[in-house]
């Protein structure tokens, strides 16, 4: 069978390595369309691992799929920002052109159209992925095109280039967005500093990282160097999955050699010859530039054995692509993906610098901590730690959208007012501003006074705007959704607590909720906090907890009196049952007479 | 008052331990019960099941995953702790189809053991009642789905101890289950034998070994006799002494 001869092709051509399986599936994937039991079981056999590690990992990344999917696979972006700008609307409008359900396949095995969790183009939405491409600027108009398109056959390929574009929509910039830069110059002047001199520098600047936990990066570096063990890896974090940020994308679409210099100064720095991104699979179209721009840098020698002249000095860098798991932001569930399989987060300790990918020590940092180590090599320590404040020196890139009139990147050092940047980006009449995402801190006006730093209000990138007008309530509803979506489902409070809080949210939605509920909620989030196995569920009771906090007549306006309304909807519980008696006339209805 | 260090102090309790060894198996050679399901004496740390959640020096931590060191105050045994734990055992629960009084695993079964350990009265959460077809296909072994809490113990037994590589935790969140490795998913085409260790780790009713499920009668169990928290320290005091 073709499609097999196929799939050994792609093992061989990743020398039958079974820790690319994650690569080599999505591979398969964009050539076939999806993972039929034959190709998981010929790449078994071809990788020598059990079918049931190839079903596992199909079954755990959104974007790999055991069912034919259609040729067009459509997925509506979901983020509440999307909503806020229309997504749902425009999500039904083709439905009902394409005459078809939510996640189903049309009978002719052309299209499937379903949501998925945020895409990163907050700032330039409605956003969708057709096969796995972005797309972005969705409209009525440009919806009904694309059915169109389908319709007719067309080929991805051949689709208008302007639904592919995505912008950079700098708005603000200072030291990473805004310097012209020259690409070597850091790499020489870490050589220049040598590997204890730079080191140092690290030290001094005072670098914490981008990511959210603001960890402080000299001290995962020196402790990789440390660690025993002959091979050492660099991983740079893009799962850049938090709803509502973005930054990233920028990054490395545009400063990609500052983020692939800070990975090598990284790895000069903790004695690594490797580095691996683990790039989201949302942003699959930045592949092909990033391994350009990789192939010219080694032909600069920027990249490869011998950076930049200097005698051992050699490393270089792999891409491996995510296929829509949100938890592999978390660094030991990122490494187990890179590992090939499932991404469930390891116990910790130990801690990925001594025991990381492959076992080795490892240093995972997010992409604009390593673009920030460039800032460090170039300028010194002293210099980077002189910006931002006390406890976190140099500058932030915000991810703004929402209700603003200019969303995009916000680039400012540590300690801007959050109303500087809600004046900055064109936002008035504010209710409210997400900040660092669902797992991140919502905060009310009284709040806007506050600072984006470690101390007070720490970050890692995202920054949603709520107009008065928007309803907190859905917002949070929206969040929890997402939670339970993504929920690895490895630990019995993150996997059933984050459907529970879902459950709970829907029922109040639904105008079935009392005060009942809400104390459920909360005391679920509080369990949720407290014995969660990693920070998804740890967090992801925070934006029902904030919301009732801070708005609560957006949930009182719902609860009903009475104590309690029971779960169980009996008229629901029949709906099988009329279906089977082909009945829906008003005495199959419980409570038709009332 | 605090450990000294050889010992830790659980509840305030001195409690010895040896170097290398988690704070769960201390506490259980030591004679002081905490809570657990998907952790066995033979098997390395899991850390799913999230039962033995305590507090060490004030923050949350698992115990079968964290190292016993000298200085440490570990909370078991608190109201708040309690509670959670007979939260999560009501979680899995709901989550699964557990019909006790129907099930042959009745007074053998740890999920149960930790309902009664728990102070559960009630499922408490609205039922999920997921279909999970069962798998009768095996000459000698039952899979019940229904009963799965997701522990993985079958499928380190099977992997680690067998070397068979039988079953397999797939999907994700909610949808998570176990897979079984033959072309028809089917218990009955693998290799799978009623020797096999991963035959006898199910602590629930998930895999049952056919025509021995009422030999002792209910009533004359483990966990009919004396409660998993009398029985868990006696065996691991047993085992190590």
């Given at each position: 069978m073709a499609a097999e001869t196929d799939v050994v092709a792609l093992v061989l051509r990743r020398?039958?390595?079974?820790?690319?399986l994650l690569q080599i599936l999505r591979e398969a994937q964009e050539e076939l369309g999806w993972i039929s039991p034959e190709t998981a079981r010929a790449l078994a056999s071809t990788l020598g691992v059990p079918a049931t590690h190839v079903e596992s990992v199909v079954q755990f990344y959104?974007?790999?799929?055991?069912?034919p999917r259609g040729r067009y696979r459509i997925l509506f972006s979901d983020n509440i920002t999307d909503r806020m700008l229309g997504s749902l609307t425009l999500f039904e409008h083709m439905l009902k052109r394409l005459k078809l359900r939510q996640g189903e396949v049309s009978p002719d095995g052309a299209v499937s159209i379903d949501l998925t969790s945020c895409t990163g183009m907050c700032d330039q939405g409605p956003a969708a992925l057709v096969n796995n491409r972005a797309v972005t600027r969705l409209t009525a108009r440009r919806v009904d095109e694309m059915c169109d398109l389908v319709r007719a056959g067309v080929s991805i390929s051949d689709w208008p280039s302007n639904y592919f574009r995505v912008e950079d929509n700098i708005r603000r910039a200072d030291a990473i967005l805004g310097s012209r830069y020259a690409p070597g110059s850091a790499l020489r002047a870490a050589i220049a500093l040598g590997r204890q001199g730079m080191l140092d520098e690290m030290k001094r600047s005072n670098l914490r990282g981008r990511?959210?936990?603001?960890?402080?990066t000299s001290v995962k570096w020196e402790s990789c160097r440390n660690a025993p063990g002959a091979e050492r890896y660099i991983v740079c974090n893009?799962?850049?999955?938090?709803?509502?940020?973005f930054k990233d994308r920028v990054l490395l679409t545009s400063y990609a050699d500052r983020v692939f210099e800070g990975m090598a100064i990284a790895g000069f720095v903790a004695g690594a010859a490797r580095g691996l991104v683990y790039l989201?699979?949302?942003?699959?179209?930045?592949l092909e530039p990033l391994e350009a721009k990789l192939d010219a840098m080694r032909r600069d020698r920027?990249?490869?054995?011998?950076?930049?002249?200097?005698?051992?000095?050699d490393f270089d860098v792999d891409i491996h692509l995510g296929a829509?798991?949100?938890?592999?932001?978390?660094e030991s569930a990122l490494i187990e993906s890179l590992e090939g399989k499932p991404g469930k987060p390891r116990i910790r300790p130990p801690f990925p610098v001594t025991v990381?990918?492959?076992?080795k020590p490892t240093v995972v940092d997010n992409v604009e901590t390593l673009a920030q180590a460039t800032e460090v090599a170039l300028h010194g320590g002293r210099m980077f730690a002189g910006r931002g404040t006390k406890h976190s020196a140099g500058t932030k890139i915000l991810s703004v959208s929402g209700d603003c009139s200019r969303p995009g990147l916000y680039e400012y050092p540590?300690?801007?007012r959050v109303e500087q940047v809600l004046k900055d980006c064109g936002a008035?009449?504010?209710?409210?501003v997400q900040v660092s995402g669902p797992s991140g801190v919502c905060l009310t006006p009284d709040e806007f006074?506050?600072?984006?730093?470690?101390?007070d209000v720490p970050t890692a990138g995202a920054f949603m705007v709520f107009g008065m007008e928007r309803d907190l309530f859905e917002v949070a509803r929206n969040f929890a959704h997402f939670f339970a979506h993504e929920s690895?489902?490895?630990c019995t409070p993150c996997r059933v607590g984050t459907a529970l809080l879902r459950d709970a949210l829907d029922k109040i939605a639904e105008g079935r909720g009392s005060r009942y509920e809400i104390n459920e909620l909360m005391r679920l989030a509080e369990l949720l906090r407290r014995t969660?196995?990693?920070g998804l569920g740890q967090t992801a009771g925070n934006p029902v907890r904030d919301a009732w906090a801070k708005f609560r007549p957006a949930f009182e306006r719902r609860?009903?009196?009475?104590e309690f309304d029971p779960a169980v909807d009996l008229d629901a519980a029949l709906t099988r049952a009329r279906e089977i008696a082909g009945r829906d006339d008003a005495a199959a209805h419980i409570g038709a007479e009332a | 008052m605090s450990g000294t260090d050889t010992t830790i102090l659980i509840d305030e309790v001195p409690v010895p331990f040896r170097p290398g060894q988690t704070i769960l198996d201390a506490a259980l050679e030591g004679g002081v019960y905490i809570p657990h399901l998907c952790?066995?004496?033979?098997?390395?740390?899991?850390?799913?099941?999230?039962?033995c959640s305590v507090v060490v020096n004030g923050r949350n931590a698992s115990a079968c995953a964290m190292k016993a060191a000298p200085g440490q105050e570990v909370e078991v045994d608190t109201p708040d702790l309690h509670a959670y734990r007979r939260t999560l055992v009501q979680m899995l629960f709901v989550e699964g189809n557990h019909f006790c009084p129907g099930c042959e695993k009745s007074g053998d079964c740890q999920l149960q053991a930790l309902a009664y350990d728990s102070e559960m009265?009630?499922?408490h959460f609205v039922e999920f009642y997921p279909r999970r077809p069962v798998d009768a296909s095996h000459p000698d072994v039952l899979l019940?789905?229904?009963?799965?809490?997701?522990?993985?113990l079958c499928v380190r037994a099977s992997r680690d101890?067998?070397?068979?590589?039988v079953f397999a935790l797939a999907g994700r969140g909610m949808a998570s289950h176990i897979i079984v490795n033959s072309p028809s998913g089917?218990?009955?085409?693998?290799?799978?034998?009623?020797?096999?260790?991963a035959a006898h780790v199910?602590?629930?009713?998930a895999i049952l070994i056919k025509?021995?499920?009422?030999?002792?009668p209910i009533g004359e169990r483990r966990y009919d006799l004396e409660p998993i928290s009398e029985e868990a320290t006696r065996c691991a005091v047993g085992e190590f002494k």
């Open positions: 020398r039958a390595d079974p820790t690319q959104s974007f790999l799929y055991d069912k990511g959210g936990a603001g960890f402080t893009a799962d850049e999955g938090e709803p509502g940020t989201r699979g949302e942003y699959r179209h930045l920027l990249m490869g054995a011998g950076i930049c002249g200097a005698q051992g000095f829509g798991a949100y938890i592999c932001g978390e990381g990918y492959l076992g540590f300690g801007v008035s009449d504010v209710a409210a006074r506050r600072h984006i730093a470690f101390e690895c489902g490895f969660s196995h990693c609860l009903i009196r009475g | 952790h066995h004496p033979e098997f390395e740390p899991h850390g799913s099941c999230k039962l009265m009630t499922p019940d789905f229904n009963r799965c809490i997701q522990c993985e101890v067998d070397g068979k590589s089917k218990l009955g085409d693998t290799n799978f034998s009623v020797a096999d260790k199910c602590p629930v009713g025509r021995v499920g009422f030999a002792t």
